[in-house]
């Protein structure tokens, strides 16, 4: 039972322009979301998250969005630059209880010059 | 201030040994939680220790056990591996007071033959 789903497992964007990475989840008692970058023979580096109470966080060229009803949150990263290819991670959690962190299978963008 | 640290880097065991790995948690951090990634995977959630007591598990059998010490290290033990344990192991530490943001080590790629 995947809970967390990214259904691109690659995506290829030019360097400048926006990348746009996708994760869909379908436990309702998630309230808090992340997403993690990582690079080969390193751990996952937190990069961004959100609450459930709202539908944007913005942090420099990374803003994550998040639609409740449809259960779905998006990654952007604006201007793209060739040190953002890596695998991305989306990640849920409830924020009550054990800090379990649920991941998706991973998005792996790479980045054009 | 010092980032989450995990040793070994690589092991190689045979099936049915066991094994030990340990994770030094960030500073300031009290809550340690221990993932396994297979390749082309999402990290998956084992268990999580917050006051050297088991604070959640995942879907793992018994033989995958934990420990954490007073200074907030911790260890993941293995007992009968077999060959499906191959994978990398994460460490990730997190403030139990603050949001769900967790921060991993590099990991400990284990692979058993």
């Known amino acids: 039972d995947q809970q967390v789903k990214q259904n691109s497992p690659s995506l290829s964007v030019q360097e400048g322009r926006i990348s746009i990475l996708n994760c869909d989840y379908t436990?309702?008692?998630?309230?808090?979301f992340l997403w993690y970058k990582k690079y080969p023979a390193e751990g996952p580096t937190f990069l961004i998250s959100?609450?459930?109470?709202?539908d944007k966080n913005e942090d420099g060229r990374f803003t994550v969005f998040l639609n409740k009803s449809a259960k779905h949150l998006s990654l952007h990263i604006v201007p793209s630059q060739p040190g953002d290819s890596a695998v991305y991670f989306c990640?849920?959690?409830?924020?009550?209880?054990?800090?379990?962190?649920?991941f998706g299978q991973g998005t792996r963008l790479t980045i054009n010059p | 201030e010092t980032g989450v640290t995990q040793s070994p880097t690589h092991l190689i065991k045979t099936r049915g040994q066991q094994v030990t790995l340990r994770c030094s948690s960030q500073?300031?951090?009290?809550?340690v939680s221990w993932y396994q990634q297979a390749l082309g995977q999402g990290p998956q959630f084992i268990f999580q220790?917050?006051?050297?007591?088991?604070?959640g598990r995942g879907n793992f059998p018994p033989r995958f056990s934990g420990l954490q010490f007073p200074n907030y290290s911790s260890e993941l033990n293995v007992n009968a591996l077999e060959l499906d344990d191959s994978a990398l192991y994460l460490c990730?530490?997190?403030?139990?007071?603050?949001?769900?943001?967790?921060?991993f080590g590099p990991g400990t790629r284990l692979t058993v033959l």
């Open positions: 990730a530490s997190s403030s139990w007071t603050g949001g769900n943001e967790q921060f």
């Open positions: 436990n309702s008692m998630f309230d808090y």
């Open positions: 959100i609450s459930s109470i709202k």
């Open positions: 990640a849920a959690s409830a924020l009550r209880g054990a800090q379990k962190l649920v």
């Open positions: 500073s300031g951090h009290n809550t």
């Open positions: 220790y917050y006051r050297e007591e088991e604070n």
